[in-house]
């Protein structure tokens, strides 16, 4: 006699598959689901079981890896929202105008900012920035703090060899990105036929330092 299995239940199968997942290809899975469910309900609205249902996972397996909805988050943006660490002496080698410091400044954070879960993240930021965990600020304070550091370095090492001239822009660091951060607001909340591509605006923002750092 011949005996047939009885297929499992699809929350039996889906358990077993979720077993044989380790963290580190399970935790990158969750990420993907939450920032799904942040985009289409917004952060507020958007629940643990949300979550878990977007990810395939049971409550109790979602909070096997995170203890909250803000926990998610923040590895979100720890995972999505970080600028290219620069290499000051790198940019300075062989640069021999303010054109050339500039390119090699700007190349980076533009092709950084086009990644599709960046834009994904940046509009939550945009939207629901007075919704969001106290710990959202001093994350964004922290990459302020640290983007600008960078920044000056960059800047005054420029400046002392004689590739840049002291403006506005060597005594307030953060503005030299101040034409990215209005791009990828256009980005964020316009119409593409409402902004230029990342090329184009690269090639505007490298322009636009070039005049105003030249000696």
């Known amino acids: 006699m011949t005996v047939t299995a009885s297929p499992l239940p699809a929350s039996a199968r889906a358990s077993r598959t979720r077993l044989r997942l380790p963290p580190e290809t399970r935790i990158p899975l969750i990420l993907d689901a939450a ?117 000056t370095q960059v800047l005054q090492r420029g400046v002392a060899q004689g590739l840049l001239r002291p403006t506005v822009l060597t005594t307030v660091p953060g503005l030299v990105l101040s034409p990215l951060v209005h791009w990828m607001v256009q980005h964020i909340s316009a119409g593409p036929e409402e902004w230029v591509n990342a090329s184009e605006a690269y090639r505007i923002h490298v322009q636009l330092l070039t005049e105003l750092l030249t000696p």
């Open 35 to 151: 920032l799904a469910a942040f985009s289409a309900q917004g952060y507020a609205d958007t629940r643990i079981d949300d979550i878990a249902q977007q990810a395939g996972l049971s409550k109790g397996g979602l909070y096997a890896h995170f203890d909250s909805k803000e926990a998610i988050f923040h590895a979100l943006l720890q995972r999505s929202m970080q600028l290219p660490t620069l290499d000051v002496d790198a940019m300075l080698v062989g640069a021999d105008t303010a054109q050339v410091l500039a390119q090699r400044l700007l190349q980076p954070m533009y092709e950084a900012v086009q990644s599709p879960s960046l834009v994904a993240l940046s509009r939550i930021l945009l939207t629901e920035g007075h919704r969001l965990p106290p710990q959202v600020q001093d994350w964004r304070r922290h990459v302020h703090a640290t983007v600008c550091t960078q920044l």
